[in-house]
């Protein structure tokens, strides 16, 4: 198949990428900047906001699979959220757009999103039936709301583009635990091996994750389902506190200490990494109750096999 990856030069892009095109399959990146050559993908221009010779690329493809966005492992500062809203907004908008016109659609529209847009809970996790999309909850700093604004426009525009002939569904995706360079995995692994893996702000906040064979797995089980369209949750179905998330990871590294943080100097460590502590303190509890439904089986459904695994298992060409 053809495979069209708009914003396919990340983290997440290059692990999507390279996994097509080592199967064989027709990959290309819409990128905005200059990319590295690779066996099977081909790179090409185009501005994320308006319709361009890109466009081809689209027209006659099977799958497109939009990954376009300013990365959240930012300050949360005006200029920054701005732009986190502005390219995946405008990306979104472009993608569909296209899509809309192309004489031979591709007959599936994968969209990235967030499990971010659910509320920040302790009590009950969310699927996509029950679950609660977040918004000004009581006791949260009122500028996390922002995040879940940016994934339900992320998701309208998806929602209202005219695309009859092209099955839509928006991933929300939970952290993808990858080993692949510049994951929040390799970040992981590295605070833990430097004997700061303990909880933060007492770590009862929950971690949604998800492996990264997984998760090009459940992408891949998608294409093929032509009954799946809408949100669907990529995520394993085993959330657990932070806490409890360090724990597991320490213990597979071999590293037997964990020194905790608390608020403010989870704050801190944020501000010297240039990030924001909403991605340390929101707590996630999302579980992938489309995916169970329709059959999907998690090769690593909890998190201290998947940490084993990331850590010391055999590199793998996932299909």
Known sequence: MKVVIPGGTGHLGR???????????EVVVLTRGEATAAPGIRHVRWDGRSAGPWTREVDGSDVVVNLA??????????????????????????????????ERPPRVWLQMSTATIYAHRHDAPNDETTGVLGGAE?????????????????ER?????????????????????SREPGGAFEMLRRL?????????????????????????????????RDELSGPVNLAAPEPL?????????????????????????????????????????????????????????????????AAADLLHGPLRTVS
């Open 15 to 25: 692990v999507l990428s390279r996994a097509w095109a080592g199967n064989g399959h």
């Open 69 to 102: 966005g300013r990365s959240v492992n930012c300050r949360y500062t005006r200029a920054n959220l701005r732009e986190m809203w502005n390219s995946r907004i405008d990306s979104a908008r472009v993608v569909g757009g296209a899509i809309e016109r192309a």
């Open 138 to 154: 009581p006791g949260v700093p009122a500028y996390w709301s922002y995040s879940v604004d940016i994934a339900r426009a992320w």
């Open 157 to 177: 525009e998806q929602e209202v583009a005219a695309t009859p002939r092209t099955r839509k569904v928006a991933l929300r995706t939970a952290m993808v635990m």
């Open 192 to 224: 833990t091996r430097l004997g700061l893996g303990g909880p933060v702000a007492g770590g009862a906040q929950y971690m949604s994750w998800i492996h990264e064979a997984d998760l090009l797995r459940a992408i891949d089980f998608l294409i093929e």
């Open 241 to 305: 506190p932070y806490r409890d998330f360090l724990r597991a990871l320490r213990a597979a590294a071999g590293v037997p200490v964990g020194l905790p943080a608390t608020r403010w100097m989870a704050a801190l460590g944020a501000f010297v990494l240039r990030s924001d502590p909403e991605l340390l303190l929101k707590s996630r509890f999302v579980v992938p109750g489309r995916l169970l439904d329709a059959g999907f089986e998690f090769g690593f459904p909890s998190w201290p096999a």
